[in-house]
């Protein structure tokens, strides 16, 4: 009997590489997505400083009565303060493009797909249970209230990732920047699921299920390809009203309007797409979800986030004394030890626990240390972060206070750790960079990613 040859006997055993590079259309929509955050993630610190300073400036009382200053209509549940409104409101649209980008991922995305999925999902998974455990293991001993933070350190902030990037000017190869995209989605929606679940007070059901209606009537309109803000816009806000005053929080009912978005585009729309010289889309055309999240996501980095951070950040350190005393709360501590320590065992611990238990591998080109790097920087938690902060403890109260303190030393820790390890490889990621935008031949399309496509 003839031996079988040595690519069928190999077939079974072969591995599968992770951090592997993406089509090239998916390529130029992350790097789009990404040029978006990096710039929102210069405001959001921006923003973040300037609360600081505000704050801890002779006009505190200002910025206070600022924050504070309540506005809206009572007898709907909507007399909130501007603090308030950041937080429920502008946040509920930074969760819809959150929703839209899962929804996009789960469809047509690298999520879509086990074998590109398996990793960040993993990793997202475990970025998220190290820290829970960690801090909790902290703030044991420190009453009931305090592990009420437990999901603080959970979150991972892409522009504020980003941001640290554009700073330290790191070449990172696109298959990374992917990964940490892909694993902000994933852990979005596992915080999505923690604020429903874990952070929602006197559940009013009758109002939940009014919800529903201008929900459907929102997903049968999109269903339908109907993008008239005039009708969606008011069905949208309605929406919010309702799961804001059923007990729920209101960013959630962002993530349900993203998802009901379709992500595929209809016969017409692709159509169309057809053609636009030089379309860049998806294949088979641009859908509505991608409409939207072109539409709106500057408007969410841009706006949204930096202002919620604005009313967010804004603590009274109090010098070094109060510093060291915020620092010195378990719950701090907590938070602190595990955005660096827990986010980087996390994910690098469930991402190597993955390819030594699976047929995944690296891809070539790149090594553990990179994925360490990466694992540090998820530790920069913030705008979730900060959000779960004031759904534990109460805003203004001095744990929450505390916790925000932590959350930006934990988070500039963390970047700077990661902007250590990262700067280390840049001469390589150099190299990588120029191999993703060498086309030899001139036909727009990098000669890399079309030697992939006939290699997949």
Do not use: C
């Amino acid at each position: 009997m003839p031996k079988p040859s040595f690519q069928s006997r190999r077939f079974p055993s072969r591995k599968f590489p992770v951090f592997s590079r993406s089509t090239y259309p998916e390529y130029l929509r992350i790097a789009a997505i990404l040029r978006t955050e990096t710039v929102g993630g210069a405001l959001l610190l921006a923003a973040t400083a300037a609360a600081l300073i505000w704050a801890n400036s002779p006009a505190a009382d200002a910025y206070y009565g600022l924050r504070d200053f309540k506005l809206g209509y009572e007898p709907w549940h909507l007399q909130l303060s501007l603090g308030h409104w950041a937080s429920d409101g502008l946040l509920a649209l930074f969760f819809f493009i959150a929703g839209l980008e899962l929804k996009r991922e789960f469809v047509s995305g690298d999520l879509r797909r086990p074998s590109r999925a398996v990793v960040p999902v993993t990793a997202a998974a475990g970025g998220v249970a190290i820290p829970a455990i960690i801090y909790s293991a902290i703030v044991w001993n420190a009453g009931a209230g305090a592990l009420r933070g437990w999901a603080i350190p959970t979150a991972t902030d892409i522009a504020f990732a980003l941001a640290v990037l554009a700073v330290i000017n790191t070449h990172l190869p696109s298959a990374l920047r992917t990964f940490l995209l892909t694993l902000a989605v994933v852990d979005d929606l596992i915080a999505i699921g923690i604020i429903a679940f874990f952070y929602s007070s006197g559940l009013q059901p009758a109002l939940l299920l009014a919800a529903l209606v201008p929900l459907a009537l929102f997903a049968w309109l999109v269903q339908k390809r109907v993008s008239r803000w005039y009708l969606l816009v008011p069905l949208a806000a309605a929406t919010w009203g309702l799961v804001h005053a059923s007990g729920i929080h209101a960013t959630v009912a962002g993530v349900l309007l993203g998802f009901t978005v379709p992500v595929a585009a209809s016969r017409r729309e692709t159509q169309q797409d057809s053609t636009t010289a030089g379309s860049t889309t998806d294949a088979g055309g641009t859908g509505m979800a991608a409409r939207l999240e072109h539409l709106l996501r500057p408007l969410s980095a841009g706006f949204a986030v930096p202002v919620f951070a604005f009313f967010s950040a804004g603590v009274a350190l109090g010098g070094t004394t109060g510093l060291t005393s915020a620092l010195s709360d378990p719950v701090a501590v907590g938070i602190v030890t595990a955005l660096i320590a827990g986010k980087a065992l996390g994910v690098f611990g469930a991402t190597f626990l993955v390819t030594k238990t699976t047929r995944a591998q690296l891809d070539d080109g790149l090594k553990w240390v990179d994925v360490a790097g990466l694992s540090l920087l998820a530790g920069v938690g913030f705008t979730v972060s900060l959000l779960i902060a004031e759904l534990s403890f109460g805003s203004g109260s001095a744990q929450d206070d505390h916790a925000k303190v932590a959350i930006l030393a934990g988070s500039l820790t963390a970047a700077a750790l990661a902007a250590v390890v990262l700067k280390a490889r840049n001469r390589h990621y150099r190299r990588l960079e120029a191999e993703e935008t060498r086309d030899d031949d001139g036909d727009g399309v990098p000669d890399v990613f079309e030697r992939s496509e006939r290699d997949g």
